[in-house]
């Protein structure tokens, strides 16, 4: 039984004609008529019968008006419901992230959240290369990522979601810029920025190959001629800091991230030379229309506004 149906069946009831139900439904008598028979089909019993030169229901069908009464009364209720959600950010979002993003946002961004009523946020630290992100939206509404500023964005027909760049929007949250990490005592610590042929002979520690921290270090070598000797590939932050905190190697890490950390190391910008990723959310093409997705991405976007504007991030 659908809801039209249903719907044709209660009209009749309260309008007592076919030709009263056709006026109210702005449609014919005739296909009012193939309604009612189609449901009566449907259930097996008749649901009418002939009274003089019209029709009344029988006692089935006066049983199934009421049933009707309380379904559309159900469906009524969830399109109020709905509503609301159309006009307000309510519900559950589900957000994910990678890690060093995790780190440097969600602490405040989840403080934001919480000053919303009825807004509720799953956030998840996911590991992710981008051509991974479009998969991701099938379980996520909203999902962070990050890439060297000389790649293309997600949504460029160029980028590395392919022919899935169409169905996706992606919002661009903060420019983060790459600083030399160095240990403590480093000979080239006293220098208020470093020159990339300095580092030609040091040991370096990187991310895995085709994550974005690693596509920024192969993208500043291939800019310079410079070709990094990596020892350790590591996909965490933190571990890479302790690492060469301990005089391991050095590194080329996001600034923000290591800012928000403090000082257990000398951090210098290079010279001569931009280095950076581009961090960003992305979302199905229609995610912004509902309110609740909507407003987590402008608590997203604030969030990296105060992130970066942070006294000693720069």
């Known amino acids: 039984m659908d809801i039209p149906k249903l719907r044709t069946l209660r009209e009749f009831a309260d309008r007592g004609s076919v030709t009263a139900v056709a006026e109210a439904l702005h449609c014919t008598p005739s296909a009012v008529s ?42 009524e209720r969830a399109e109020s419901d709905v509503d609301t959600y159309r006009s307000a950010p309510r519900g559950r979002v589900r957000v994910a992230l990678f890690p ?3 780190l440097m946002l969600l602490p405040g961004f989840l403080h934001r959240v919480a000053e919303v009523t009825d807004l509720e946020v799953e956030s998840s630290g996911v590991e992710l290369t981008p051509g991974e992100v479009p998969g991701l939206l099938a379980d996520f509404d909203i999902v962070l990522t990050h890439r060297d500023e000389h790649a293309e964005a997600l949504d460029s027909p160029s980028g590395a979601a392919g022919e899935d760049a169409s169905r996706l929007r992606v919002v661009h949250l903060l420019r983060e810029p790459f600083d030399i990490a160095l240990p403590h005592g480093h000979r080239l610590g006293a220098k208020h920025k470093v020159e990339l042929a300095d580092l030609a002979h040091e040991r370096w520690i990187s991310v895995d190959v085709g994550f974005p921290a690693d596509d920024v270090l192969r993208s500043v070598a291939i ?12 996909n965490d932050f933190r571990v890479i800091e302790a690492l060469v905190a301990a005089g391991h190697g050095v590194a080329l890490l ?19 030379i931009r280095a950076a990723r581009h961090i960003e959310a992305v979302l199905r093409a229609g995610g912004p229309t509902r309110p609740a997705v909507s407003a987590v991405l402008d608590m997203l976007s604030a969030e990296a506004t105060a992130v970066t504007s942070t006294p000693g991030a720069e």
């Open 100 to 102: 060093s993003a995790a």
């Open 34 to 75: 193939q309604q009612l028979r189609a449901l009566q089909a449907e259930v097996g019993v008749p649901l009418t019968e002939p009274a003089g030169r019209g029709m009344r229901l029988t006692d089935a069908g006066r049983a199934l008006v009421a049933r009707a009464d309380e379904v559309l009364a159900a469906l």
């Open 223 to 234: 800019r310079t001629g410079m070709h990094p000797y990596v020892v350790q590939r590591i």
């Open 254 to 272: 996001p600034r923000y991230s290591m800012a928000a950390r403090g000082g257990r190391l000398v951090r210098r910008p290079l010279a001569g």
